[in-house]
Every structure is written in C-alpha cells, then in structure tokens.
C-alpha cells in the first residue's frame, strides 16, 4: 500500500524556520516526482517546491531562496527546508507523488498520490 506521510509542520514566528518532511512508503520505482504544495483557508491550492529522482528542482517565485527541496533516495523521504518565513507562507502543507518523470513538475494535476498534510502557523 503506497502511503505519503508528511511531519515537521508546527507554530513559528516571523522569520522563523520549520523543516518539513514526506515520508513515501510502498513506492518501487526508482524514477519518479515528487513535490510540496499547500493550501491556505479560502485559497486555491498553489505548488511550492518539487524535486524529481535525478535531482532536478522547481521552485514558485516567491519562495525562491527562503525553501530548499532536498530527497534522501535510500528513504525516499523529500525535505523541504524552509526559512525567513512570512505569515502568507501559513497554509496546510501537502506533498504529492508521481511514478514517473513530469515536464510540467509544478502542475497539480501531474500527480497521482497525495499525503494528508502538515500545518504550519506563521505569527507576526
């Protein structure tokens, strides 16, 4: 059974910095996608960061330089390592699974397997 569990989310002030992380389990490619993505209440969901199996990543513009997206290949457990963070980051923070490489790595609509979520609060 594939599962994507995502931990790390919690409460931080302005400028603080949380390490979120998705654990994939049941996978057995060895190419595949994976990518963040979150959803503020009242907001449509938006991509975030992405990163596929050979290492190649994608970011939105404005967490460019403030998120970094990283994968450990032995746990296919992807990273993302956020910083300076800013009240407008504060969303539910879901990552998503595709078996496959993308040429559209930052779509929605790309993947298959999506995890519950972690949250993350941003106080000013």
């Known amino acids: 059974r594939v599962r994507l569990v995502e931990s790390g989310g919690g409460s931080v002030q302005s400028g603080g910095s949380l390490r979120l992380a998705c654990a994939a389990s049941g996978f057995t490619r060895t190419t595949y996608s994976m990518a963040w993505f979150r959803q503020a209440p009242g907001k449509e969901r938006q991509p975030v960061a992405a990163?596929?199996?050979?290492?190649?990543?994608s970011y939105l513009e404005f967490v460019r330089g403030r998120f970094t997206v990283s994968l450990d290949h032995a746990t296919k457990t992807m990273y993302q390592q956020t910083k300076s963070l800013k009240p407008e980051d504060a969303a539910m923070y879901c990552c998503?699974?595709?078996?496959?490489?993308?040429?559209?790595?930052?779509?929605?609509?790309?993947?298959?397997?999506w995890g519950q979520g972690t949250q993350v609060t941003v106080s000013s």
């Open positions: 990163i596929d199996s050979a290492g190649s990543t």
């Open positions: 998503a699974d595709l078996e496959d490489y993308s040429t559209d790595i930052l779509g929605s609509y790309t993947y298959t397997y």
